[in-house]
């Protein structure tokens, strides 16, 4: 069979299963059997060892991890700690609460790695807060829906660590690139909260004493060090990303268990349940990727769409364009991790040939693929958010547009300007690039 | 039968927050060990981590399908009636089936293969990891005849408004 003939059975009964609502872990894995008995050559056990040796895989061990050190920071009443600290540093501004909203995922988006978590977590804190005070339930939804995307892109993100695993590019080189593009995209959206607060007359709270602050700061401390344990172990090379996970767990055991004492048998026992049902639906679709990644490589489809693409005669700052453009766009119709494994290593040779660094390249596909989180139909957190506040999607959409709008001048300036996220690992860990 | 298949699904639960507690262990030896004498840094700890993670891995992809809980992509409009939305969910049941049966049928050749391969650090017979495969076609296939005979009704239903 010939690229083509491949690409358009594997692709077409994919498209055909989504449409009727076949899971797309499912509709990845059911594309591929036609390929497999039409070829003589091909024998049908490979999709399962395909899958096998996706899942054989040290470093994908981090992806339940950091579900249960989040889970379990959780439970422990960690988030209303943050709100106190962000209410405490950014509550006098105008638009207080929606500040606040922004900050706490930030903070957050440093202990968890994956963005439904925060949304939930944050969004069934701060949209009733948000809605006592007079903010409009569309704006109150679609800001926690969109900081909470922060989660996939501030360290630690189980999005860079598939990234990573998966393309052999070095983790802790990931997550120090996000720090910088999560922090601007905070700034951001504080930014529009601003003149959200000025146009729509929001609420202004009083300004916090020093005392107040301190000692809010002194009560989320011990979960504030979190990010810094997981980053700093990496980079200096005490462990393993899978290693820092398991920390991150053990740490917020101890955390949430002797010091907080919030965490008893009941709950340890539901976060563990928690954390590996969710990873173990999202890990099972890796399986069936790959295995269609698996065929597209054999059949050389990458290689034909990279020469197809390279025709155009493309610079780096238009295959930056190409990449964010394709991940935007299957972003919004599939999860993030099957999408990487099929887009991502498809356009990696292109990216490669065009001289693009991998740590950019994988920047701007995690923040493309951030979008997807909150654009329907397959918008995760917005999903989240929107049953949180009682509003249907379609009413909260303009707010999330307008919101999305800073986030997406960020993404253009992460692919003219390299730097912004390639100095950070570059000053502190020269040898991770 | 029902009966049977809960209580099934409940021992798949509690397996499966048994090994995501176990998994810990491992990896915690794995960094003692390499910062303290405390214990020998024994070279299966990483192995036996990844073969619990495959595990918890399909076991959760069983539990998934009992509580629909796998992702799905949402873009046909409302059905219109009950009719119409169980014709929709046998779709999409008959569709994990035939995955099922692949998983069954091909598995147990996967498993078949594993009993001649040992694995390498550890020494572990590999037909005890890849029959996690077969065992999810199988289990799959048990809770799909709950849910299509759900469909099966929901089709032949007169009821003019979908529950949904």
Redesign the interface.
Known sequence: MNPGEVSFILFGSFALLIVLRVPVSFALGLACIPIFILDPRMTPIVLLQEMWKSYNAFILLAVPFFLLAANLMNASGITERLVNLARASVGHLPGGLGHINVMVSMLFAGISGSSTADAAGIGSLMIPAMKKQGYDTSFSVAITACSSVMGVIIPPSILMIVWGGLMSISIGGLFLAGIVPGFLMALFMMGTVYIYAKIRNYPISERSSLREFGNALSKAVLALVTPAIIVGGIILGFFTPTEASVVAVLYSTILGGLIYRKIGFREFEKSLYDSASLASVSLFCIGTASAFGWLLAYYRVPHEFVGFLGSFGTGPITTGFIVAFAFLAIGMFIDAIPAIIILGTMLLPLAEKVGMHPIQFAIIGVISLAFGLVTPPYGLCLLISCSLGGIKVVHVLKDVIIILIPMLILLILVILFPEIILFLPRWLAPGLL | MKSFIDRYCRFL?VL??L???F??VP??I??ISRYTGLIPRYIWT?EV???C??W??????M??VYDD????????PQAKTQRSQGI?NL??HV??G??AL??SY??I??AQ?GFMQSSEMSGINMAS??IA?PLAGFSWLLFLIEKISDDLKLIKSRELKPTL
């Open positions: 639960r499966l927050t090994l995501m507690c998994i810990i990896v915690s794995q960094i990483e981590a990844r073969f993670f495959v918890i891995v399909m076991i959760g992809a539990i998934a809980a796998h992702f799905d992509v949402d873009l046909l929709r779709v999409v569709a994990i035939i995955m692949f998983f091909y598995g050749k996967f293969l990891i890849y495969f």
